[in-house]
């Protein structure tokens, strides 16, 4: 899976619930994704809880946690989602367990490999 860089930052693109988002690839979110609240009710994603989690600021922040079908090296997988109240999507480190990850910004690659 091949990815861009904007504004600086990493970003890959993932298929959610069949619809294809752009989510800065955050290798400092230990969680799967985070999904503003406008596209998760977009997609109508089923509520299973709820959850905190500390922010690069070290806020600690309360949120709801839906399931949702992502499309990753084709498989279809049900992985918790976070909402947020910010306009940005993440995808996070618990995602990409069994990957490598190649950044290069300097030479504009971003490369996720599978290595199962």
């Known amino acids: 899976m091949k990815g861009l860089f904007k504004f600086g930052s990493p970003v890959i693109e993932l298929s959610i619930e069949g619809k294809m988002i752009m989510m800065l690839l955050d290798t400092g979110f230990n969680g799967h994704i985070m999904l503003p609240q406008t596209i998760i009710d977009e997609l109508s994603l089923d509520q299973i809880g709820i959850s905190d989690y500390s922010t690069a600021s070290g806020d600690y ?4 946690v839906y399931k949702g079908k992502i499309t990753f090296f084709n498989e279809e997988l049900e992985v918790p989602v976070l909402s947020t109240d910010a306009n940005f999507s993440l ?26």
């Not at 922040?61 to 709801?64: A, D, L, P, Q, R």
């Open 61 to 64: 922040i309360v949120t709801k």
């Open 91 to 116: 995808a996070g480190m618990e995602l990409f367990h069994e990957c490598k990850i190649v950044i290069e910004r300097h030479k504009n690659i971003l490369e996720v490999i599978e290595s199962k």
